[in-house]
């Protein structure tokens, strides 16, 4: 029984002396792990302040490049605003030109179209005045005693309708007889003696010239005085 119970109080004690020893190595281990884990962080924390550092070195850096950066791109800015002026100015003046050019070509258009216009007028004008002339001869050579016939009376009015609608267009007669004979509205075919009328004065018409607004149509026939 004494041996039984020595050996019992002998294994109790190996039991003791083997939680403590698996205690004692358990602490250890946490020691070392709790080393390792401090290390670790303090290399880690090593690592951010050198990350920030070097952040902090290329802000630094980035700071000056952005200065550079900032008026390279001021001068871009301006250069390109430049050249859109200088591109704008060229196609204003170049509008300014077409307009220009588009004016002149309306101005000249117009005067090309009065012109034609008024050769055109001009050569219908030609055409009727023989007419004018035929009514006139027919007028003058009626009798006295004639004048009041129906017939002539109407070819009076006739007459009358087609020169006031020829002095609404502008056509008149040129004056001639009285006048100092001008070849711009002359033409003398004739030199003759008068006491009524000095030298170089129209002295008689042989046929009456026109004319429409400025320009001759027709010049006058006329006798000068010598």
Do not use: W
Not at 88 to 102: G, H, K, Y
Not at 176 to 205: L, R, T, W
Request: hydrophobic residues 35%; negative net charge; glycine residues 6%.
């Amino acid at each position: 029984m004494a041996n039984t119970e020595n050996k019992e109080i002998d294994l109790e004690k190996e039991v003791q002396q083997g939680e403590t020893q698996a205690g004692d190595v358990s602490q250890g281990e946490e020691l070392e792990m709790d080393k390792e884990d401090s290390e670790d962080v303090n290399e880690d924390n090593c690592k951010a302040e050198e990350a920030a550092a070097e952040e902090e070195e290329s802000e630094g850096l980035s700071a000056d490049e952005a200065a550079d950066t900032g008026k390279k791109g001021f001068f871009k800015k301006k250069e390109k605003k430049n050249k859109q002026e200088e591109k704008i100015a060229e196609l204003t003046d170049r509008v300014q030109r077409q307009m220009a050019e588009f004016d002149n070509f309306r101005k000249r258009t117009e005067k090309e179209k009065a012109q034609m216009f008024e050769v055109g007028a001009k050569s219908v004008i030609e055409k009727i005045l023989p007419v004018v002339d035929n009514f006139e001869r027919g007028l003058s050579a009626v009798p006295e005693d004639a004048k009041e016939d129906p017939f002539v009376q109407g070819m009076d009015k006739i007459y009358k309708q087609l020169m006031t609608e020829l002095e609404s267009l502008e056509v008149k007669p040129i004056e001639a007889v009285g006048k100092e004979f001008n070849p711009d509205f002359h033409n003398a075919v004739m030199q003759v003696e008068s006491e009524e009328f000095e030298s170089g004065i129209v002295a008689q018409e042989m046929q009456k010239g026109y004319m429409y607004r400025d320009s001759v149509v027709r010049h006058s026939m006329v006798a000068v005085v010598q």
